[in-house]
């Protein structure tokens, strides 16, 4: 597979991928390896620790799913992939998301 883009992509259900490389990762390497968010989006930004690409990360209470944006002409987002995840946790603010996994919070403030 070279890309999520394609018209036979399936996203890949119960486990996260890298949409670049299509590397395995999980919810911790992603959380740790992300810097800013759009919180309106629910997005975070993250940079493969596999191929060094960046691609974003769509965060809700209990679901979080690896992807890509399309931003023409307003943004999409492409899942690669995407979880459910029972103890993940998203608050939303103005100027930041706050996601808590396991008892450890990150904080993502909002890219300006």
């Known amino acids: 597979m ?20 299509f590397a395995k990762t999980d919810i911790g390497t992603i959380l740790r390896c992300s810097t800013v968010s759009w919180p309106y989006q629910h997005w975070i930004y993250f940079q493969c620790p596999e191929c060094g690409g960046n691609s974003h990360v769509e965060v809700h209470n209990q679901q979080i799913g690896t992807g890509l944006l399309d931003g023409a002409p307003g943004p999409c987002f492409f899942y690669c992939s995407q979880m459910q995840e029972p103890d993940f946790w998203v608050e939303e603010h103005s100027t930041m998301l706050v996601c808590t996994y396991k008892e450890n919070r990150y904080i993502f403030h909002a890219k300006t």
């Open 2 to 21: 070279n890309s999520i883009f394609q018209a036979d992509y399936t996203i890949v259900e119960n486990k996260l991928l890298c949409p670049v490389c």
